[in-house]
């Protein structure tokens, strides 16, 4: 299986597992991260998602240029016709937090991949780089637009046009990931964040996350508009007045996500 998906503790873990190939991304493992979303997205029993790379060396290498050779077909046939093969990476897409464990060097889609999440903590032994101008190409799975916005121009356009490696110090310099940790406590860390954000109420952890997405492309006052919405659309959830009962009986609140 080039990948694993666990669900424990309402966290489910997605395991990029080719480590003989430093867990890059061949059309099956593409198939199977759209699938891996689609479940987070719509179970139940998930408030949270990890992902990560199995083996020491590698979270992702980005693509597996051995088995995605240029297609048959034009790109108009592909990008305006009906697809065949899994939707582009960059379409990932789930409104319940992500969070990227990065065990290894993290290059073009796979740094990409790291970037579809909300937290991303590293190894410290973790490498960044988007390679791909080195190669006549571009990172074409969303970096170019998602990296100047995580880490602000100057530092995007560095990586970008240089296809230079950052380690994992550098990366948390510049705001591209939020911890960096031994090697052996990754899976620690990310889980202890995953179980805090997994014990919140879930439609306020989900109205959370999308006002803070939606935000980014409005205005201020617009934003504001829209959280003062969703805070009254949440105001008389059962979760919330579970909260509030929970704190005046000095007691650990039981959430439903209702």
Do not use: Y
């Not at 080719?18 to 997205?41: G, K, V, Y």
């Not at 970008?160 to 705001?175: H, K, S, V």
């Not at 939606?214 to 909260?243: C, H, M, T, V, Y």
């Amino acid at each position: 299986m080039p990948l694993t998906f666990e669900i424990r503790d309402f966290v489910a873990t997605v395991t990029l597992n080719r480590p003989e190939a430093m867990n890059a991304i061949d059309p099956e493992t593409a198939t199977q991260l759209h699938q891996a979303w689609r479940d987070i997205s719509v179970r139940s029993d998930v408030r949270v998602g990890i992902i990560t790379g199995a083996g020491e060396r590698a979270f992702c290498a980005g693509a597996d240029l051995k088995k995605t050779m240029p297609p048959a077909e034009s790109f108009a046939e592909l990008h305006f016709g009906s697809r065949i093969d899994a939707p582009p990476i960059s379409t990932l897409q789930t409104h319940k937090p992500m969070i990227a464990a990065i065990n290894g060097l993290a290059f073009g889609g796979g740094l990409e991949l790291a970037m579809l999440c909300d937290i991303r903590v590293a190894a410290s032994t973790a490498m960044f780089a988007f390679p791909e101008v080195g190669l006549g190409s571009i990172p074409a799975g969303g970096g170019t637009q998602r990296i100047v916005r995580a880490i602000g121009q100057s530092d995007a356009m560095l990586m970008l046009l240089t296809g230079d490696r950052i380690d994992a110090q550098e990366a948390l310099r510049i705001g591209l990931v939020s911890r960096v940790v031994a090697p052996e406590d990754l899976a620690a860390a990310a889980s202890s964040i995953a179980s805090r954000i997994a014990a919140n109420a879930p439609l306020a952890v989900v109205a959370a996350k999308k006002l803070a997405q939606i935000g980014g492309e409005l205005s201020l006052a617009a934003g504001l508009e829209l959280e003062q919405q969703s805070f009254g659309n949440l105001r008389n959830s059962e979760d919330r007045i579970e909260g509030r009962r929970a704190f005046a009986e000095k007691r650990k609140p039981n959430f439903q996500g209702r």
